[in-house]
């Protein structure tokens, strides 16, 4: 019994030498799988924790809250295109400019999230939501309707000319959370690539505006 400990530290180092040391198939093999199970088991519940939803990072796959030219869009020249849809909501130019992402993002960025109280969420925050599609569904908030006891949101896309059906009245139990930052640029293609061929003709590709 009194080996236990040095014979724990030689497999500890062995496994260690294996995972980051060892070049051959049977190393790149065991790395994958430990690197898999740190990221499926530790480090996605850790951060489900600590960010308070279950999607803290989240792959944008469609181009709906698209704009032109994407983080080096010209602002003046998307809201001359835009500001009717707005300005039929009571949003001005003005106050749009405040909101988060005001140059929008795009298809395949990844998206920093966490959960929101729905007392917290305000008009202009990006929300993500269940729907009854495949994927939640990331779009700004356009108006908050609060009841006795609920609320109730109404969203948007930024690249979309009207509303989903589904979007128009979203109970506060469908929110997965708010959008904090886009932290990878593109990153997500990494994954969205695999199911580029799946997708119908009109969803394929890069996004252009609509």
Known sequence: MKDTPGKFKKIIKRFWNIVWRDNSPKGWIISILFLFI????????VLNLITGT????????????????NIFSNYDLWWEDHDTKYFRLGITKELFREFNF??????????????VKSEKIEIGDVIIF???????????????????DSYTFSTIGDNNNGQLTIEKS?????????????????????????????????EKGFCKEN
């Open 130 to 148: 269940e729907s009854d599609y495949s994927s939640p569904i990331i779009h700004r908030v356009i108006s908050i309707a609060k009841s006795e």
């Open 38 to 45: 740190v990221i499926k088991l530790i480090f996605f519940p």
């Open 102 to 115: 005001n140059k929008g993002f795009t298809k395949g960025d990844i998206l920093f999230v966490t959960g």
């Open 54 to 69: 279950t999607l803290p990072l989240v792959i944008v796959e469609s181009c709906s809250m698209y704009h032109e030219k």
């Open 170 to 202: 979203i109970p506060e139990e469908k929110i997965i959370g708010k959008a904090r930052a886009r932290i990878g640029p593109y990153l997500g293609w990494v994954k969205l690539i695999f199911f580029e061929p799946l997708r119908p003709s009109s």
